[in-house]
Nanobody, 115 residues
Framework: VQLVESGGGLVQPGGSLRLSCVGSGFTFSRFAMSWYRQAPRKERELVARIISPSGSTVYADSVKGRFTISRDNAKNTVYLQMNSLEPEDTAVYYC?????????WGQGTQVTVSS
């Protein structure tokens, strides 16, 4: 099983980034896909989750209206579009795949919002 994130980097406040996570080794469409983040000296927190096949979504209050999670089951990929980025969004972002029996994590991608 692998989850490989990409798309992180350095961006100025107010900018945008799109994270991608490609899954392999499991039945992607049968898993809820989520993005978590962990800032220095803070606990890991849920950013957004998308359920399949309904496509229903959940967002942390701090990112509502700025971030959008989506998935393409044909490509085994989940995305996180991040707009209006703020310095407080600086963190390592992790992709997660979960169902009632399994819980998989990616290695994380760094997002830094700074001028």
């Amino acid at each position: 099983v692998q989850l490989v994130e990409s798309g992180g980097g350095l961006v100025q406040p107010g900018g945008s980034l799109r994270l991608s996570c490609v899954g392999s080794g499991f039945t992607f469409s049968r898993f809820a896909m989520s993005w978590y983040r962990q800032a220095p000296r803070k606990e890991r927190e849920l950013v957004a989750r998308i359920i399949s096949p309904s496509g229903s979504t959940v967002y942390a209050d701090s990112v509502k209206g700025r971030f959008t999670i989506s998935r393409d089951n044909a490509k085994n990929t989940v995305y996180l579009q991040m707009n209006s980025l703020e310095p407080e969004d600086t963190a390592v972002y992790y992709c997660n795949a979960a169902n009632p029996y399994f819980d998989y994590w990616g290695q994380g991608t760094q997002v830094t919002v700074s001028s």
